[in-house]
């Protein structure tokens, strides 16, 4: 095996298949297991990242939301709405700092 040998343990508990892949390697007959690249929250970078999905969800929505807003011509509703989205486009930037720090 050519790479360390504890992520290609990792790699083929979680999702079946042996890395790096033989010489012949196509494609994932099937793909990986359902769930395989979920993991626990075991370390800081899990943490942020994890955050960051929330907040990009929340975010979606307000996205939405102000589409909805935009088609019936609510400019002032629209403005709070982007407001909100500003907010979470600041989270988002201050956690990605800390992924890069």
Do not use: H
Request: glycine share 2%; aromatic share 8%.
């Amino acid at each position: 095996m050519t790479t360390d040998t504890n992520v290609a343990k990792r790699y083929r508990e979680k999702t079946g298949f042996e890395w790096p892949p033989p010489p012949d390697y196509d494609s994932f007959p099937s793909g990986p297991k359902p769930g395989a690249f979920k993991e626990t929250l075991n370390n800081t970078n899990d943490r942020i990242i994890n955050q960051m999905s929330e907040i990009r969800a929340q975010n979606n929505d307000n996205w939405m939301d102000i589409l909805k807003l935009s088609f019936r011509v609510a400019p002032d509703e629209a403005k709070e709405i982007m407001r909100r989205i500003v907010d979470c486009d600041e989270k988002i930037k201050d956690l990605s700092k800390e992924l890069v720090k």
